[in-house]
């Protein structure tokens, strides 16, 4: 059935790709963006992919007046999606308090707000991020949550342990939390992708620069690492596949009235890659070359890390479909994209 869904964050990256999937699925989307980490040109994107224009509010979700305003003013709200976070690793180690903040903030006032407005559920934006360095790969849901290496994990662990706890509480909400391995790439109409503001922290936007001359060459951090090829292995999964993974937890969240109050999933291929193999692929598909050197570890990085998605494939009827070359090739698209721009 046709819902009104909020979704917070929504012309960031992963809120971008969600709303044009929410759209096509039928869904009526409000959007609420500070713009702090995206830009108001997004919507023309979604726009031209969707065919629909959502409701766009300019705002900060940590400001609760603001949210009371945005249910008020557009009522039948019946989920949420919520990507509105800083996500910066390093930054969050600088600024921990802004990354609490933000982070925090904005997950209580929404919960607070959503009994008050009738909105029956929220899905929530979580990472791997939660297992640190795992004993074991892949990793299911059930492996054990490790003390955070960073302010901006710890924001996830605490917000998944707010909601378990709110929802515990008897609060009339359910909630669907989304553990998202690494997700990269962008839509292949190269209409809407990653937006990184200055220099990319995250590996693909990198790469992609790199591929396009803006940066010099790529810096491979650590090539002695327990891994075949000696760098770190992760679960790069594509965008729009888990866009789609939002739309099919928020229909089985609001639909299904038997489920859990609170569930989580993880969201991954299922298939470790490591940063060497993606620059492989990233030349095999679209031909071009990455210039790239070995440089020493990255502090803090995790050594290998995969997804046992079968909770998400089974239970959710989810499966991430897009085969890394086509992946690599829509981000190579949206970067040639923005360098027209
Ligand atoms: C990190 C966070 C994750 C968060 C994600 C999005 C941790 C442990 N992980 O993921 O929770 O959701 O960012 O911001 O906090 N690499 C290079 N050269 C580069 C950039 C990256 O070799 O220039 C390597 C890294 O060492 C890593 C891999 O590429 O092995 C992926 O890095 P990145 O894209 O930054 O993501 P994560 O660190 O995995």
Redesign the pocket.
Known sequence: MAQKILVTGGTGYIGSHTVVELQNAGHEVVIIDNLSNSNIGVLDGIEAIAGKRPVFVEGDCTDEATLRKLFEENPGIEGIINFAAS???GESVQKPLLYYRNNLNTLINLLELMPEFGVKGIVFSS???VYGEPDKNPIDETAPIKPA??P??NTKQISEEIITDYVHSGAPVKSIILR?F?PIGAHPSALIGELPLGVP???VP?LTQTAAGIRKE????GNDYDTPDGS?I?DFIDVVDLAKAHVIAMKRMLDNKDTDAIEIFNLGTGCGRS?LELIESFERSTGVKVPHKIGPR?E???EKIWAEPTKANTVLGWKAEAPLDETMRNAWRWQEKLAKN
């Open positions: 996500k910066a690793v990472s791997c991020t290496t960073s901006y994990g998202y690494n922290q995250n590996l990198y790529l810096t491979v951090f770190c992760r940063v990255r803090g990085d995790i």
